[in-house]
């Protein structure tokens, strides 16, 4: 019931083609910290929650062996289906119950995941699972950022806002933890030795479809459309019409966000990386 109710929470085609990989600056922050850490060897990493799997592509040149997994059968499959490296595979399970022996592997991540889980059973099968000087890195971008086009970047940012704080009415309140900058999940973590990091910014280009396309794959935007079809799809499609107009132009293709901070278009990786080691 759980797996079946996620999968119409999410829509995994426009996860496939609408959300980005962590971004550079996130991922050096990861990894400057394992380095820091000295989490080494580097056998096996773990991406719990890794949605269509374009979070766990990133691990794939850092570790001998990747494992993504997902409590929603749908994003699975989507994950398997696209193009991936020969040492990732992926795995449908629920986050609290990873099917890992104890003291296995070497690093956990979950990007944008974690405010779904149940912490506390999470964070025991956390520790159970980790090696000894394992890691675990916690992140999400936040909802908040801005969008940059020619002299109409203000305007734009504001459409952007506008729609996002319709949809928002619409958001799971465990969506409240990504919000609150993951402040709540970073103090349920329970290990003394931890690192919350946030204002990792990072630029984006995208194009109008690209950021409507980045809507649609949003939790609250699927509560929308499940609650009201044709008022979620005329939002986004005035949306678009009122991107297009602010910028004067009329291919939905134009890079609209050449410079864009925050989260989605240029996302600001608000990832609040409670990376923290175990001993
Ligand atoms: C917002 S998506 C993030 C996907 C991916 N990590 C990314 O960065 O694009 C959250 C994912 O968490 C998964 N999820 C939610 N609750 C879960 C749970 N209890 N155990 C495992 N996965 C869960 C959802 O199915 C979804 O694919």
Redesign the pocket.
Known sequence: M?VHL??T??DADS?QKY????SENLQSVIFSYLEEKKVDPVRLAV??????????HVLAAHFEKVVG????EA?IEAAKQAASFPNVTYHV????ELPFEDGSVDLIT????AH???MPR?MKEVDRVLKPHGCVALSTYTTDFSMHYKDCSERLTEIFTETRDLLLKYSDEKVNLVIAEYKEVFESVPFPDKKRVTQILDKIPMSVSGVIGLFQSF?MYQAFLRSDPEAAKSLLQKTEQRFLETMGVCSNETQALEEIKDPLAHRRLQRLDHIWNMQ
């Open positions: 759980a996620l999968d929470q999410y996860y959300r980005f990989p962590p991406d719990v929650g890794c949605g269509s799997g374009q979070s766990t997994t997902d409590i929603s994003q399970c629920p986050a609290e979950a990007f944008t995941a779904w889980f149940d999470f939790s």
